[in-house]
């Protein structure tokens, strides 16, 4: 793999970072795409998920119906906290397919990379984490945000930008008006949350979260969730799947395969109750119990959160872009077409 450095203005600190350990690991291309398994013939796919988190149901519930090994795929899933992770195992040959936010393909594009990330299915619709209160709050609107502190998320990446863009939306600066610390890392800040108390470091007033940490916090008395990021940014493609485009062109009945597999999933979600879902992805999370589950599936079809199928639409793609330009990561639009390709959803579609 040749990454080639372009000295571009909207180069961001985010995508430097991303592109330095992306090129720290390029020797460890391992060529992983196309292996056949010992498991009845199957071909074994390396997928590189960003977090692991039930607002990826429709995934796990293909995963445990069996719809992968139905489409002839042995799914080997990893999770890499955090989408620059995951951006770099799929670059270095170590993942055939990355699953993360779509703005990590927009910069690695933009940084030169010739064997660029391509977006073929979007699985999410609407942000899926929530704000959290360190007390009860009744009529919570954004402007209370004013003067406080909140834990939010890695500067550049969807989870904070979204979190920017509502602040903005409410005539919030989120430089001034408040203090967000992007310190600290993906999945510890619920951690950090409840383990500190006013006047120690790390104290916050409210933390911007994920499920299952929304609701555990919610359930432990340590917090409460007063808004969910998801309702108030509207649609926004927060994550979706892609591949490098030479993987797509050299393996394209295992991509459709897989989208297949995952247009099943989502057909099951689409199709019945939070508690169904939540009893056949419970193996994915056995330590979170039966009840929880179901209540974040039930409030993630309440928002509307997954389409019924996963089609990567302009609009959808230029409103992550208005996004990433509010947001000071993206200095002007790049091309749809080059970084979406919509065959294999269509198909799935269809089919």
Known sequence: MKLLLHSKKNFTKAA???????????????????????????????????????????????????YFADEGIELELVTGYGADKTMTALLTGEADIGFMGSESSIYTYLQGAQDYAVNFAQLTQRAGNFLVSRTPIDNFSWDMLKGTYVLGGRKGGMPQM???????????????????????????????????????????????EFEPHATSLEAQGEGYIVASLGVD?????????????????????????????????????????????????????????????????????????????????EDSFILLENILIEAGELDDYVPYETLVDNTFSNQAKAD
């Open 233 to 313: 940014s509207g649609y926004v493609p927060y994550t979706a799947f892609s591949a490098k485009k030479s993987y797509i062109e050299e393996n394209p009945d295992i991509i459709l395969s897989f989208t297949k597999a995952l247009q099943k999933g989502m057909d099951y979600t689409a199709s019945h109750s939070a508690e169904e879902i939540a009893g056949v992805i419970q193996p994915q999370f056995p330590e979170t119990e039966l009840a929880t589950i179901t209540t974040i599936i039930d409030r993630y079809q309440s928002q509307d959160t997954w389409n019924t199928n996963l089609v990567f639409s």
């Open 162 to 208: 979204v979190f920017e863009y509502i602040l903005k939306m409410n005539g919030i600066d989120p430089e001034t008006d408040l203090t967000i610390d992007t310190s600290i890392d993906f999945g510890s800040t619920a951690a950090a949350f409840s383990g500190a108390k006013e006047g120690e470091a790390g104290y916050a007033d409210y933390t911007v």
């Open 16 to 66: 430097a970072v991303m592109l330095a350990v992306s090129m720290l690991f390029s020797l460890m291309i391992c060529g992983c795409s196309g292996k056949e398994s010992d498991a009845g013939g199957l071909t074994k796919v390396t997928l590189n998920e960003v977090a692991h988190s039930i607002f990826y149901a429709p995934m796990y519930v293909a995963i445990e119906e069996g």
